[in-house]
T-cell receptor, first 112, second 115 residues
């Protein structure tokens, strides 16, 4: 069955370090998304991509970057981790258009 | 820009009772609307979606939702709640053009089910 996989599931790191969260989907979807989930805020869009070499900023993109070199992967990089970036991160993918998004199980990131 | 409001942060329902979770959206054109459910430690699972046509849509796990354009609402309902329905529920509106779309989520409603 097709799926979307995030790794690692849990990570603890220190402020100022670079961190990369992986997202891999086997749906062959063009669209991929990164969200962060915080208590009281729901899910907020960080970055998204509509295809290879395409990336776009979302609502809360400061301090984050993505790159899309193939259809399956959209890694999220925190260039210099800050404590405010402690959160649960979700990756999602969808077909073109206003189609439902399929979500991974999330990465819980703690920045000390 | 689109937005979604879920007025209830928490709702407690007795097992076997009916359920209605409220969702109001703001969007200038015809919206694409979704309800997702999230169990602890897991990602979001799609319950149902509305794109066009019949305003009453059926989803998985016995859930349904009704799109009311005049009220800008898309409330989720279930006639009889089971203990396994305890989870967090998110309403989302999709917006975009030319085949591309992002989702804006509400802040969620936590459903607690009492015995």
């Amino acid at each position: 069955d097709a799926e979307i996989t995030q790794s690692p599931r849990h990570k603890i790191t220190e402020t100022g370090r670079q961190v990369t969260l992986a997202c891999h989907q086997t749906w062959n979807h063009n669209n991929m998304f990164w969200y962060r989930q915080d208590l009281g805020h729901g899910l907020r869009l960080i970055h998204y991509s509509y295809g290879v070499h395409d990336t776009n900023k979302g609502e809360v993109s400061d301090g984050y970057s993505v790159s899309r070199s193939n259809t399956e992967d959209l890694p999220l990089t925190l260039e210099s981790a800050a404590s405010s970036q402690t959160s649960v991160y979700f990756c999602a993918s969808s077909e073109k258009g206003a189609q439902p998004q399929h979500f991974g199980d999330g990465t819980r990131l703690s920045i000390l | 820009a689109q937005s979604v409001t879920q007025p209830d942060i928490h709702i407690t329902v007795s097992e076997g009772a009916s359920l209605e979770l409220r969702c109001n959206y703001s969007y200038g054109a015809t919206p694409y609307l979704f309800w997702y459910v999230q169990s602890p430690g897991q990602g979001l699972q799609l319950l149902l979606k509305y794109f066009s046509g019949d305003t009453l849509v059926q989803g998985i796990k016995g859930f349904e939702a009704e799109f009311k354009r005049s009220q800008s609402s898309f409330n989720l309902r279930k006639p009889s709640v089971h203990w396994s329905d305890a989870a967090e529920y998110f309403c989302a509106v999709g917006a975009g053009h030319s085949g591309y779309s992002t989702l804006t989520f509400g802040k969620g409603t936590m459903l607690l089910v009492s015995p």
